[in-house]
């Protein structure tokens, strides 16, 4: 860890008291020892589960008389926690007893609403811990809005400065552009170093302190009092001290009490979000403004619908509501959400009684999940998972941000990991978490390596979660009201089964290929493995990425252009506004869209189980195209939009989303009459992408029949009943290859499983390719590519038995190694047929 990480800070400076231990509920219940298990309010927490959150379990399950099944372990509550049932449909019911009108309106039915949001307002603030008295509610879209609302609210000065802490949300470190743009400058800082900063010697102006109350990304907890703190270093102060608190209680209220009133002065302002905290409604926040910062609050700029007591509309005049909470909540308000914030407060009562309650439970759920992560270890005594936080001289939450390594002490890339989760039914979150500040201090990220990363072309969100070994986000899990032993020890199992005493540069990649070169050493050249005899099994077109595969037949032969087999991956699909092609590991529908080549006549139709068919040429003088863009593993690649609306609309009907047929136009006229005839035309297109067009890393992807069969063999002895081992087919189509290549003979030598990786080169008749190396599989294999339906395996299987470098592999890339003169018009491209001899070069 860096000098400033967490572990190492200095002792908090101001008279602040840590947060304290959840204290004991209101019914008497003592609270668990650090070493006991989980606290289950009482033994209710089984019913609590399978009657307020049935959305966890298969619906079949919960029929009477069965035991329940999860169907989700879900361990993302600090993304968003679980909605109650009894909320919900007493929302539902209200709705349909009720009309809910806009506020702004005087009839009944609106005066109904702005009674209801009038009460709302005073519940949550008992909720909360305070009153009217001391807090006014202002409700916005979300924490974010409130936020920044905050910001422009303070009223900075060009000799203020604006201090966030390292453990800062992305939203508020956001507020830094607004800073600068009030010319006040702008102050990353170390939360222990808050007593330096706002210290009168160096304070100039006014000025304002931001900092959560919960790190997003640890769980890392800070004090609540510190404009406690600031109001008695400016006690002798006339009006509002030069320094304004905002806190971040979006994290921490979702799980424990605030208790505002507690404090002696409080926060200027408190961000929330009431979908952490109950799961439902989205689209609402709350910014709590203490009502003695009110008159000295910045004017506003702005002013929406129903903010205003009166307006002139041919002159700069307008009267502002008196009421803080009018003249701050511009137009109409979320009122459905707000009047539903009853019905949530009356469940999470009735659920759980008291927040001191919930409190409870999370830390006991936190100890128990934290002490389950450290025993796991691998043979050797190697811990499994890297904790970031959670030491003894800290308060946390109930988040844990980790990263898992392997039995040599190596990362393994988080997004592996969380492929593996989905596969297993496991809910958690991967990346940075928006938060730039402790992702940097915990992971050792310098800003030069970010802005190199950047430069790269690496996003949030992407794949991309090792670099030289080093991880650039991490794996998070967070717990909320209803989490259970149950489903830490699920996450527990996922981790040993997939993880522990596994090698991530080993393993049996590694031995299949030591087998065949220590068997077959005397048959296999250092050259060309003359005795292996193998041929092309089946040759597959994916015109259309991510779409179903069109076999070719076996009698034709099919030509290889320097960009690969012809019209391979020619379209994508493009969602509107979005430069990234869709992908049917989001879209598993597009497994169902089946195209079908007629070479003869230059056209591909599109099929899908009900819906006609729908045509479309292949000849580009009958195409309207028009320049769009499109990026492919991080690279830019210029396509080509298909102008047609009946194509269009035919994709977005059976995708049901909005998108169109996009091409690379040098594939259209990759055949050699075609290049005569259309030379014009590709004259007229200059591209500078690489010669694969939309193909992720290479032309072509080759696989082994025997290489599937071993995968098969290791799915179905790891099934656990006949009935499951019978239904396991797990062909070689299940990996989207091009090539598809078996043992050609009984006499001579076999292809052995995973001995591909080791070739360098094969040759099919005219056509050479260069072996690029194996193929990095995600969890689009196990979407089953007749039916769409998302299933375990081969992925789950593949993770455990098949990595190099880390990463989960199966089958090699190809590209073709054949000259440039080859392609050109003089000549005619290279083909492949079904049952062609391949001849193989190995290392």
Not at 251 to 277: C, R
Not at 351 to 367: D, G, K, R
Request: net charge neutral.
């Amino acid at each position: 860890m860096p000098a400033t990480s967490p572990q190492t800070r200095m002792p908090y400076l101001l008279a602040a008291t840590p947060p304290p231990s959840p204290p004991v509920s209101l019914n008497g219940r003592a609270t668990p020892s650090a070493d006991s298990l989980v606290d289950d309010y009482d033994g209710r927490l089984d019913t609590i589960r399978q009657t307020e959150y049935p959305q966890l379990f298969d619906p079949q399950s919960l029929v009477r008389g069965k035991n329940p099944q999860l169907k989700t372990v879900y361990l993302d509550h600090g993304g968003s926690t679980l909605y109650a049932a009894s909320y919900i449909k007493a929302h539902a019911e209200a709705m349909l007893l009720n009309i809910s009108a806009n506020p702004h309106s005087r009839h009944v039915e609106s005066m109904w609403t702005q009674a209801k949001i009038d009460h709302t307002r005073d519940r949550l603030l008992n909720f909360l811990g305070t009153s009217a008295e001391k807090y006014a509610v202002v409700f916005t879209a979300n924490a974010t809005a409130s936020i920044r609302l905050a910001a422009e609210l303070t009223p900075i000065t060009a000799d203020g400065k604006f201090c966030f802490t390292r453990a800062s949300h992305t939203s508020v470190v956001g507020v830094r552009n607004l800073a600068d743009e009030m010319g006040a400058s702008v102050c990353p800082i170390e939360f222990a170093e808050i007593p330096a900063a706002i210290a009168p010697e160096a304070t100039r102006g006014t000025n304002l302190l931001a900092y959560p109350a919960q790190c997003n990304f640890s769980g890392e907890r800070f004090p609540l009092d510190v404009a406690d703190n600031v109001a008695d270093l400016y006690a002798d102060t006339e009006g509002h001290p030069p320094w304004w608190v905002l806190v971040d209680a979006a994290a921490y209220a979702a799980s424990s009490p605030l208790n505002l009133d507690q404090l002696s002065t409080g926060p200027d302002f408190v961000a929330l979000s009431m979908y952490k905290i109950f799961g439902a409604p989205t689209g609402l926040g709350v910014l709590l403004i203490r009502r003695s910062s009110v008159p000295y609050l910045r004017p506003k700029n702005y002013f929406g619908g129903g903010t205003v007591a009166g307006i002139a509309f041919d002159r700069q005049w307008q009267v502002y509501r008196g009421d803080v909470e009018s003249r701050l909540e511009d137009g109409t308000l979320n009122f459905q959400g707000i009047v539903s914030l009853q019905h949530a407060l009356d469940a999470h009562s009735r659920i759980y009684y008291s927040m001191e309650n919930v409190a409870q439970h999370a830390q006991s759920i936190t100890s128990y999940a934290q002490t389950s992560l450290r025993s796991l270890t691998h043979g050797n005594g190697r811990p499994l998972c890297e904790i970031y936080g959670h030491t003894s001289n800290s308060s946390y939450g109930p988040t844990i941000a980790f990263n898992i390594k392997d039995i040599g002490g190596r990362f393994v890339g988080f997004v592996e990991v969380e492929r593996l989760a989905v596969m297993a039914g496991i809910s958690l979150r991967s990346g940075r978490f928006c938060n730039p500040g402790a992702a940097q201090g915990w992971l050792q990220l310098s800003t030069s390596e970010l802005v190199y990363h950047s430069s790269m072309g690496f996003v949030c969100g992407d794949d991309h979660d090792l670099l030289d070994g080093k991880p650039i986000g991490a794996l998070r899990v967070s717990f909320g009201a209803m989490t259970s032993k149950q489903d830490i020890d699920m996450l527990v199992e996922f981790l040993k089964l997939n993880f522990c005493n596994h090698s991530m540069m080993a393993g049996p990649v590694s031995d299949a290929i030591s087998t065949a070169h220590t068997n077959e050493s005397k048959a296999i050249h250092k050259h060309k493995a003359n005795s292996l005899q193998a041929e092309v099994e089946g040759i597959v077109i994916y015109p259309i990425k991510s779409c179903h595969g069109w076999v070719v037949p076996r009698n034709m032969a099919w030509e290889i252009t320097r960009y690969g087999l012809r019209f391979d991956r020619l379209f994508v699909i493009m969602r509107e506004n979005s430069t990234l092609p869709m992908q049917q590991k989001r879209y598993p529908a597009m497994a169902l869209i089946r195209p079908r080549i007629n070479a003869a006549q230059s056209a591909l139709m599109l099929e899908a189980s009900g819906h006609a068919p729908v045509e479309v040429s292949l000849r580009p003088e009958q195409l309207h195209l028009e320049d769009t863009q499109s990026h492919v593993c991080d690279s830019r690649v210029q396509a080509m939009r298909v102008r047609s609306k009946k194509v269009s609309a035919w994709l977005s009907s059976v995708l049901s989303v909005s998108c169109y047929l996009a091409c690379d136009p040098r594939l259209l006229v990759s055949n050699p009459t075609d290049k005569a005839q259309h030379k014009s035309f590709a004259d007229s297109v200059h591209f500078t992408q690489p010669e694969m067009s939309f193909a992720n890393q290479a032309q072509i992807l080759m696989v082994t029949c025997e290489s599937a069969q071993q995968v098969e063999d290791w799915v179905t002895g790891e099934c656990h009943s006949e009935a499951a081992a019978s239904k396991v087919e797990i062909g070689p189509m299940q990996y989207r290859p091009n090539l598809i290549v078996k043992s050609r003979s009984r006499e001579a030598r076999k292809i052995l499983p995973f001995e591909e990786l080791n070739w360098k080169a094969v040759t099919i008749g005219s056509a050479k390719f260069n072996v690029a190396g194996p193929c990095r599989r995600c969890q689009m294999i196990s979407i089953h590519q007749d039916s769409a339906e998302r299933l375990k395996e081969p992925y789950s299987t593949l993770a455990r038995k098949m990595r190099v470098d880390g990463k989960i592999v199966f089958g090699v890339y190809l590209n073709a190694a054949n000259s440039s003169e080859s392609y050109s018009t003089e000549h005619c491209f290279p083909t492949v047929r079904a049952g062609s001899v391949l001849d193989v070069y190995s290392n």
